[in-house]
T-cell receptor, first 112, second 112 residues
Framework: DGGITQSPKYLFRKEGQNVTLSCEQNLNHDAMYWYRQDPGQGLRLIYYSQIVNDFQKGDIAEGYSVSREKKESFPLTVTSAQKNPTAFYLC???????????FGQGTRLTVV | GENVEQHPSTLSVQEGDSAVIKCTYSDSASNYFPWYKQELGKRPQLIIDIRSNVGEKKDQRIAVTLNKTAKHFSLHITETQPEDSAVYFCAASIVYGQNFVFGPGTRLSVLP
């Protein structure tokens, strides 16, 4: 479905726990991005990666970590240091031409 | 780096009226400007885009205009329908460059 898959769709986390959100793409895209979206708000950039084994902090990286060991995969870990993690998380990948961004279907994380 | 601003943040129009959303960008090197539509609870999807060698592009009821000198571009939706209600994001990038910057989004409500 669009070549980029996020899992799970819904995730519940207890306070103090780390959780990892999965993002996989089969589009052979070099660049991958993680965004956070709060209700009624826009997209805020958490981390992005232009190439394997390299990634950069976005505007709101505190409390999050990522890895890019494979071109196809860019998992996001929400750590216990993130004070307000309840949000909708979107992953995107972009091809070498740096034109259309393809989004996953999103993961809705809720802290219980 | 690139900074993209978007106005208005919310917009309500009567069904059948037109809607206009405007974005400005800061990096004169940007040459690709897409627009994304995000329906409630879904992923953003590309609806139209324009490159810097074109001043206007139209696709049925939607059109995008670009003013490179003033560094702004606009989305125009004519004969709005209830299914046009969504959040719209503009973005700016450099083809074959790096980074892909989104605007903060506009929530459009089409009132019956």
């Amino acid at each position: 479905d669009g070549g980029i898959t996020q899992s799970p769709k819904y995730l519940f986390r207890k306070e103090g726990q780390n959780v990892t959100l999965s993002c996989e793409q089969n589009l052979n895209h070099d660049a991958m991005y993680w965004y956070r979206q709060d209700p009624g708000q826009g997209l805020r950039l958490i981390y992005y990666s232009q190439i394997v084994n390299d990634f950069q902090k976005g505007d709101i990286a505190e409390g999050y970590s990522v890895s890019r060991e494979k071109k196809e995969s860019f998992p996001l870990t929400v750590t216990s240091a993130q004070k307000n993690p309840t949000a909708f998380y979107l992953c995107a990948s972009i091809g070498r031409a740096n034109t259309e961004a393809f989004f996953g279907q999103g993961t809705r994380l809720t802290v219980v | 780096g690139e900074n993209v601003e978007q106005h208005p943040s919310t917009l309500s129009v009567q069904e059948g009226d037109s809607a206009v959303i405007k974005c400005t960008y800061s990096d004169s090197a940007s040459n690709y400007f897409p627009w994304y539509k995000q329906e409630l609870g879904k992923r953003p999807q590309l609806i139209i885009d324009i490159r810097s060698n074109v001043g206007e592009k139209k696709d049925q009821r939607i059109a995008v205009t670009l003013n490179k000198t003033a560094k702004h571009f606009s989305l125009h939706i004519t004969e709005t329908q209830p299914e046009d209600s969504a959040v719209y994001f503009c973005a700016a990038s450099i083809v074959y460059g790096q980074n892909f910057v989104f605007g903060p989004g506009t929530r459009l409500s089409v009132l019956p």
